[in-house]
């Protein structure tokens, strides 16, 4: 049971390097996030998507881009890297629809930039 | 942005203590969730509350949706250390019900 993967796990940039961190899942969920964590902080939601096609800003969206262009996949972007986007990077799934179904979340991206 | 109270923000505890940690926020929630999170991994779902006065259990752990929509709190009974790593409560607001709020998390720690 694959779940929710992210690659890669590790990745260090250079200030104003662009790259994008992956995620895939398979268990065809409909709604799927994008977080960042930082040292001795909770989980700031930067991007979610609640379908192919449609995306919308969390609460810290600055310096990140996203696409859903099909149900399993939900890219995100880094254009011009910066000192600040240095943490730990999550994506998580979950059902939608009706009532309420708890997010699954993949092993997370550590991503450093000097 | 809207963020949860959580705490304590660190545990050190004895094997077979029992340990206790609470959420609460200014606004009201309509679903309470509690995540483990262990070194180098993400969130792992522990238990949903989904009503108000909401008592669950989910073995050695037991969680509590408040009265008021507005805490929860999380109990840990005889804990072993395989209990060890951060514990993070999240609720859903009621105007969004697409997001999350985190709470900063408790860090727990398990001595033999």
């Known amino acids: 049971n694959a779940g929710v993967t992210q690659t890669p796990k590790f990745r260090i940039l250079k200030i104003g390097q662009s790259m994008t961190l992956q995620c895939t899942q398979d268990m065809n969920h409909n709604y799927m996030y994008w977080y960042r964590q930082d040292p001795g902080m909770g989980l700031k939601l930067i991007y979610y998507s609640v379908g192919a096609g449609i995306t919308d800003k969390g609460e810290v969206p600055n310096g990140y881009n996203v696409s859903r262009s099909t149900t399993e996949d939900f890219p995100l972007r880094l254009e011009l890297a910066a000192p600040s986007q240095t943490s730990v990077y999550f994506c998580?799934?979950?059902?939608?629809?009706?009532?309420?179904?708890?997010?699954?979340f993949g092993d997370g991206t550590r991503l450093s930039i000097l | 942005g809207q963020q949860l109270n959580q705490s304590p923000q660190s545990m050190f505890i004895q094997e077979g203590e029992d340990v206790s940690m609470n959420c609460t926020s200014s606004?009201?929630?309509?679903?309470w969730l509690w995540y483990k999170q262990d070194p180098g991994e993400g969130p792992v779902l522990l238990i949903a509350l989904y009503k108000a006065g909401e008592l669950t259990s989910n073995g050695r752990l037991t969680a509590q949706f408040g009265i008021t929509r507005k805490d929860s709190f999380l109990n840990i009974s005889a804990s072993i250390p395989s209990d060890v790593g951060i514990y993070f409560c999240a609720g859903r607001p009621p105007y969004n019900t697409d997001k999350l709020i985190f709470g900063t998390g408790t860090r727990l720690q398990v001595f033999p």
């Open positions: 998580a799934s979950s059902l939608g629809g009706q009532g309420y179904q708890p997010q699954h």
């Open positions: 606004s009201i929630f309509n679903t």
